[in-house]
């Protein structure tokens, strides 16, 4: 893929390929979510884990930060994302995955730490990422 096919997603960081069509689906408040806790959500047969960060005292936006990833966990195979531990690797928010513990990037999705572990089957072992919107309070996913 080149540098001509991607393009950021400024509040989020996320890069998607700008061929693939988005389609934007409200899932919840962004009030329902807790800072640093997960929740599921789920947009016909794709499952999405949803990651509030507490907000940024030196963002000029001063907004709420939610990620979104894949909710399937490719070292277990379950999908059990949404549960996993909150933190950061060297100021890049992360998640940690409840079963084995691999540790992935919320912003990329890349996983930072294997944990010695492999992905089940021809899994990936990043997950995959979603860009997000805030629009009056909604979180909003994008799905290709």
């Not at 991607?6 to 960081?13: E, L, N, Y």
């Not at 789920?42 to 907004?63: I, M």
Request: with cysteine.
């Amino acid at each position: 893929m080149s540098s001509d096919d991607v393009s950021a997603i400024p509040s989020t960081g996320v890069t998607l390929v700008t061929d693939a069509p988005v389609r934007w689906e409200r899932a919840c408040l962004v009030t329902e979510l807790f800072p640093e806790r997960g929740a599921a959500a789920l947009f016909g047969d794709v499952q999405v884990a949803l990651f509030r960060l507490p907000e940024d005292p030196l963002d000029p936006d001063g907004g709420a930060r939610v990620y979104a990833v894949q909710n399937l966990d490719p070292f277990s195979g379950a999908y059990v994302m949404s549960r996993g531990i909150v933190g950061t690797r060297a100021g890049v928010p992360t998640v940690a995955a409840p079963v084995y513990k691999q540790v992935f990037s919320l912003v990329t999705g890349e996983c930072l730490v294997a944990a010695d572990k492999s992905p089940k089957g021809d899994l990936s072992p990043d997950l995959a990422t979603y860009p997000v919107e805030i629009r009056d309070g909604v979180v909003h996913v994008g799905l290709p």
